[in-house]
């Protein structure tokens, strides 16, 4: 058996294509029957998140599972292969189990040592093992990625002053409106990113946080604590008359704002300047949006721009990340070679080599 991944990510695909592939919680289930029975894979697991989706496999031969793996993106995501050519990466071992110790500590990601990249592995993991997705080698595999990045993040400083996506969101709205302490923010949707933005929103004073979410009781609890105020997702329309700025990060198979709702708050708000962060992959807000006058419309890709100069203050930490992880993926493969050992019948041995 060998251990592959197929993906997509920010360096490789822009939005407009990433939020084709990106799997949804409840679509999880199907996909993983889909995995086991059209691709015939024993073990597999999908991570997907607002920079990436990447779906890892343990294969009994790579050339044709890697194709397969690539069919059944392609198919979910409704794009033709061809338009994937350049698109979509393969990694075999020993570069595959490299790529993913690497993603989990941050050191893949977009906002380099982010601390999500860790929970978002942490729960693509638990949720394959609770679907019946992982075995013996990825139960192995991901909890020593897992603490692989919690050993970068504990011995290095990669995380010093990292930035998650939430707070070089708020950094783009104060570039835009100064001091955020009077305006009034509607933070739509209670996710982990939606968390961390609503932490970064408190520390920086807004004093008027809405949170709108599907779920009434996530909502009430993130809102309550950190004294902000919990709304039904209906209220959407009619809050963006009183809004300054509005951050989405909400997981929704379509867009929640179209730009015939947001054309006729524009005019019932008498054009008065509006920030849209769209952190959501699938995206939030109809991207057509930010044409409009006075509307000033962001998504995940544009935030490179903000991070590039964080970047360079943990770029020295770099260099000893990358080798806890050589050092922790090395020792994973040579476990991973004794098991596939122990597991061939002595009579498929040649007596020579026994």
């Known amino acids: 058996m060998h251990i592959v991944l197929v993906g997509l990510n920010h360096r490789s695909a822009p939005i407009e294509l990433r939020e084709r592939f990106a799997f949804r919680r409840d679509q999880l289930p199907e996909a993983f029957a889909q995995l086991r029975g059209a691709c015939g894979l024993s073990e597999s697991l999908i991570l997907s998140t607002c920079n990436r989706v990447e779906i890892y496999a343990t294969v009994p031969d790579?050339?044709?599972?890697?194709?397969?793996?690539?069919?059944?993106?392609s198919e979910h995501g409704g794009v033709e292969r061809s338009r994937l050519a350049g698109r979509v990466y393969q990694y075999r071992e020993p570069e595959s189990v490299r790529h993913l110790f690497a993603v989990a500590s941050g050191l893949d990601s977009m906002?380099?040592?982010?601390?999500?990249i860790l929970h978002q592995v942490k729960h693509a993991y638990e949720w394959a093992r609770e679907h019946g997705a992982t075995g013996k080698a990825f139960n192995v595999l991901f909890q020593r990625a897992l603490n692989t990045a919690k050993t970068v993040r504990a011995q290095t400083g990669i995380g010093c002053g990292c930035m998650s996506i939430g707070t070089v969101a708020v950094q783009l709205s104060?570039?835009?409106?100064?001091?955020?302490?009077?305006?009034?923010?509607?933070?739509?949707?209670?996710?982990?990113?939606?968390?961390?933005?609503l932490k970064r929103l408190?520390?920086?004073?807004?004093?008027?946080?809405?949170?709108?979410?599907?779920?009434?009781e996530r909502a009430t609890a993130l809102a309550q604590a950190y004294g902000a105020h919990a709304l039904p997702l209906e209220a959407f329309p009619e809050q963006l008359l009183e809004a300054d700025i509005v951050i989405s990060s909400a997981a929704a198979p379509s867009y929640l704002l179209g730009r015939a709702e947001l054309e006729?708050?524009?005019?019932?708000r008498h054009?008065?300047?509006?920030?849209?962060?769209?952190l959501g992959v699938p995206r939030n807000i109809d991207p057509s949006s930010g044409t409009l006058e006075n509307v000033y419309r962001f998504d995940i890709d544009d935030l490179?721009?903000?991070?590039?100069?964080?970047?360079?203050q943990r770029r020295q930490a770099v260099e000893q990340s990358?080798?806890?992880?050589?050092?922790?993926?090395?020792?994973?493969?040579?476990?991973?070679?004794?098991?596939?050992?122990?597991?061939?019948?002595?009579?498929?041995?040649?007596?020579?080599?026994?």
């Open 62 to 73: 790579t050339d044709g599972s890697l194709e397969r793996l690539k069919q059944f993106l």
């Open 111 to 116: 906002v380099l040592g982010e601390a999500e």
């Open 174 to 197: 104060e570039k835009i409106f100064g001091r955020l302490s009077g305006a009034v923010v509607l933070l739509v949707g209670a996710g982990k990113i939606g968390e961390l933005t």
């Open 202 to 216: 408190a520390e920086r004073g807004v004093r008027t946080i809405r949170v709108l979410n599907r779920s009434a």
């Open 264 to 268: 006729c708050a524009m005019r019932r």
């Open 271 to 278: 054009q008065r300047p509006l920030c849209l962060v769209d």
């Open 304 to 312: 490179q721009g903000v991070v590039a100069h964080a970047q360079q």
């Open 322 to 354: 990358e080798a806890i992880v050589a050092q922790k993926a090395d020792r994973f493969l040579s476990w991973w070679q004794d098991e596939r050992v122990a597991c061939v019948p002595s009579s498929s041995v040649p007596a020579a080599a026994r």
